[in-house]
């Protein structure tokens, strides 16, 4: 019997533990998905999105539990509250697009012909969720992929072990029928082995460039379609003419919020030479405001990484650039809580540059680097020197010239004095290493769909 741990960032204690089930058993809880479906499938587009919404209503009324279970399993403070607001908002947004998404597309209706496209669901979805915002990124497949017609098996993070179970369980009270969204306590071999076997119609997989490989290695040859939103290394770009207070809050909270563990984080700033001084020192200064410490404690603004040893991948950085002439600018000793392992303090580094490992891989941490640029193309070149593309935040009064640089940026989202949003009306993909396909927004819809085509000739002479 393998046993899947979650162990905690607050003291390093097993929170939770599941026993992975066994191949045999996630066949037949796929089988029984498959069988749920057809009947999932026939119930009128506005029931499926009715009983979406009341499991998510039904999660929020649950938040007294979410709140600290999230902080136990993955270290963010109480004080944010979960992460009801984006979970609703993108849950609520595709819930308002999902009779326009799922429209049938009319080409002619005459009476020699009725010619269209209508969207079928795929089948059975797999969500594979990351722990970094654990109901976020979930939703962001779950929710449309059921309004669609599809049914869902989720199986979440290790770190996040228990969220796949709430999720399921708030949904479930909520009204779901049985076996319509399920969650798999599964580990990596027979995770890959169903989707070798042909288990799903679609997988989705949010996580690591590593971990997207491996999905991607055990779909071959099966034809599943898949959704791979990967790792990034996304910048920001301070122009001549940004306010600079207002990129810098933005700028220093999308680099460290949530420890820096978000997909769109801010991991490297270019910045102008007439505003780089003023911009580091009050970046510095916004950054030591932080209380690093317990995550229960309603003080505390800047919780442990989730996990020490995604804390050991940031020193690690950190202090080969360090070694390469990086400076630290911030005092770890403002910082106490720090005890070299999960708690980790906050870093903003300067005289960096991109031989270091630091200005390219994927740091996600509450650590960031900031260079001087002089121009646009400098920063262009700077910004696009990179093997991941999921964002660009730029700093600008200027559209048309935010705009022009956006053309050029190779991401899948460029931001004009705004970071580390997702827009549930517009599509979130990614570029590069960061994967392929895209969720939320109509085109959330239409990836967990497939076009089916209807010609019907009315008349025969
Ligand atoms: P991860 O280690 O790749 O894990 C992500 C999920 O995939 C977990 O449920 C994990 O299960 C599972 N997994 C990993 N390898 C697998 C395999 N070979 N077979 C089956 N399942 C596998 O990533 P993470 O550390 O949780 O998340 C952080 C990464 O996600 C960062 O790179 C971040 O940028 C990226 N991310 C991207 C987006 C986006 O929208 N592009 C959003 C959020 C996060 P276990 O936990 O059991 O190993």
Avoid at 242 to 248: G, K, N, Q, R, T
Avoid at 273 to 293: P, R
Avoid at 438 to 445: A, D, K
Wanted: net charge negative; with cysteine; proline share 5%.
């Amino acid at each position: 019997m393998t046993m899947i741990q979650c162990i905690s960032p607050i003291d390093g204690s097993v929170y939770a533990e599941r026993e992975a089930m066994p191949y045999e058993a996630a066949s037949q809880a796929v089988a029984r998905a498959r069988k749920a479906q057809k009947s999932w499938a026939k119930r009128p587009l506005e029931e499926r999105v009715q009983l979406v919404l009341k499991g998510v209503t039904r999660l929020n009324e649950m938040a007294a539990d979410v709140v600290p279970e999230l902080a136990w399993q993955m270290g963010r403070p109480v004080k944010y509250g979960g992460e009801f607001r984006g979970f609703n908002e993108r849950s609520n947004y595709v819930a308002s697009i999902a009779a326009d998404a799922m429209k049938p597309m009319v080409i002619e209706e005459s009476d020699r012909f009725e010619r269209r496209i209508v969207r079928e669901p795929h089948g059975v979805v797999f969500v594979i969720a990351p722990w970094n915002y654990p109901y976020m990124t979930a939703i962001n497949t779950i929710a449309p992929a059921l309004m669609a017609g599809n049914v869902v098996i989720i199986k979440h993070a290790s770190q996040t072990l228990l969220v796949g179970e709430r999720m399921v369980r708030a949904f479930t009270e909520a009204g779901m029928p049985e076996d319509v969204f399920q969650n798999l306590f599964l580990d990596h071999e027979t995770s890959a082995r169903l989707i070798a076997a042909k288990s799903f119609d679609f997988v989705n997989f949010t996580g690591s460039v590593e971990g997207g490989r491996s999905i991607e290695r055990a779909a071959a040859g099966t034809f599943t379609g898949l959704g791979l939103e990967l790792g990034g290394k996304d910048p920001g770009y301070v122009m001549e003419d940004a306010d600079l207070d207002a990129a810098v809050d933005t700028l220093m909270d999308g680099a460290t919020y949530n420890s820096g563990q978000c997909c769109c984080g801010i991991e490297r700033i270019y910045v102008h030479e007439s505003l780089y001084d003023d911009f580091v020192e009050k970046s510095v200064a916004w950054v030591s405001n932080y209380k690093l410490g317990n995550p229960l404690d309603p003080e505390t603004t800047l919780g442990p990484m989730a996990n020490k040893r995604f804390a050991a991948v940031v020193r690690a950085q950190v202090a080969d650039a360090i070694s390469k002439g990086a400076r630290a600018t911030i005092d770890p000793k403002l910082f106490p809580a720090d005890d070299g392992g999960a708690y980790l303090a906050p870093q903003i580094l300067v005289d960096v540059d991109h031989s270091m490992e630091f200005m390219t891989e994927e740091t996600f941490g509450p650590a960031v680097g900031i260079m001087k640029v002089k121009t646009d193309a400098e920063a262009l070149a700077l910004m696009n020197d990179c093997k991941y593309g999921l964002t660009a935040s730029l700093w600008t009064q200027d559209p048309e010239r935010a705009a022009a640089i956006g053309a050029e940026i190779e991401t899948g989202t460029v931001f004009m004095n705004r970071a580390d949003y997702l827009d549930p009306a517009l599509c979130w993909t990614g570029v590069k290493e960061t994967g392929r396909g895209g969720s939320l927004s109509i085109f959330g819809f239409h990836n967990l769909t497939r076009p089916k085509s209807y010609h019907l000739k009315k008349v025969t002479a």
